[in-house]
C-alpha cells in the first residue's frame, strides 16, 4: 500500500502537479520546490500572496548544501538534536523555484521524519514544497477530515496514508539561522 501511494504521488510530482500528503506535522500541499509552475498551482489554490515563500522538505541533512549557499554548522547539530520538527529559514538559497524563496532570498527546511514523505524524498531526488492544506487564511488542518473540500477536490492526488489517523500533530517550530549561526525564534 505505502509503495503504490509512493508511486501515485511521484508521478503526480514529476509532471508538475500538486499531492494533498500526510507529513510529520499536519496534513499539506506539495509539489515539486524546483518548478514554478507548480508552486504557482498551490499559490491558486489556497488563495495565497505571491509574496508569501513557502517552505521545502528534504530526506537527508546532507542535501542541504544543494539548496543553501552556507550552512552553518551548527544547523547540522539542531536538526539531529531537535525534539520536535523543526523548520530552519536559511539565508542564500539557490536552486530552487524563484517563487518558493522569500523576497530576502531565504528558504524555510525542513528534514522529514515521517516514514511516507522520507520515502517520497528519497525515491524524488528533488525538494518537495510542504504547505498547510488549507485556504489562506483559514485555520490549519489537524486531520485529514477536516481539509476543506475545495483543498481535497484541487490536488491532482490525495495520498491515500494516515487518513485515519487521530494523533495529535502541530506545526513544526520555526527558526531563523544566520551564515555565522546566530538564531532566533519565528514559532516555538
Not at 63 to 82: F, G, R, T
Not at 90 to 112: E, M, Q, T, Y
Not at 118 to 124: A, D, I, N, T
Request: net charge negative.
Amino acid at each position: 500500500m505505502l509503495k503504490q501511494e509512493i508511486e501515485k504521488a511521484l508521478t503526480v510530482l514529476k509532471n508538475g502537479g500538486i499531492i494533498l500528503y500526510p507529513t510529520d506535522t499536519i496534513w499539506g500541499l506539495g509539489c515539486d520546490a524546483t518548478n514554478p509552475e507548480a508552486v504557482d498551482k498551490i499559490s491558486r489554490l489556497k488563495g495565497r500572496g505571491q509574496d508569501k515563500s513557502f517552505i521545502i522538505l528534504l530526506d537527508n541533512d546532507n542535501k542541504l548544501q544543494s539548496y543553501v549557499k552556507e550552512v552553518p554548522e551548527v544547523a547540522y547539530d539542531l536538526i539531529e538534536y531537535a525534539e520536535n520538527p523543526l523548520t530552519i529559514i536559511f539565508s542564500g538559497a539557490k536552486n530552487l523555484a524563484p517563487n518558493v524563496i522569500n523576497s530576502d532570498g531565504s528558504i524555510g527546511i525542513r528534514i522529514a521524519k515521517h516514514e511516507f514523505v522520507e520515502s517520497l524524498l528519497q525515491r524524488f531526488r528533488k525538494p518537495i514544497v510542504s504547505t498547510s492544506a488549507n485556504i489562506s487564511g483559514h485555520p490549519s488542518p489537524a486531520f485529514f477530515d477536516e481539509i476543506e473540500e475545495k483543498i481535497i477536490n484541487g490536488v491532482d492526488h490525495v495520498v491515500d496514508w494516515e487518513q485515519e489517523n487521530r494523533t495529535q500533530r502541530k506545526p513544526s517550530t520555526i527558526m531563523k539561522l544566520g551564515p555565522s549561526g546566530q538564531f532566533s525564534f519565528i514559532r516555538k
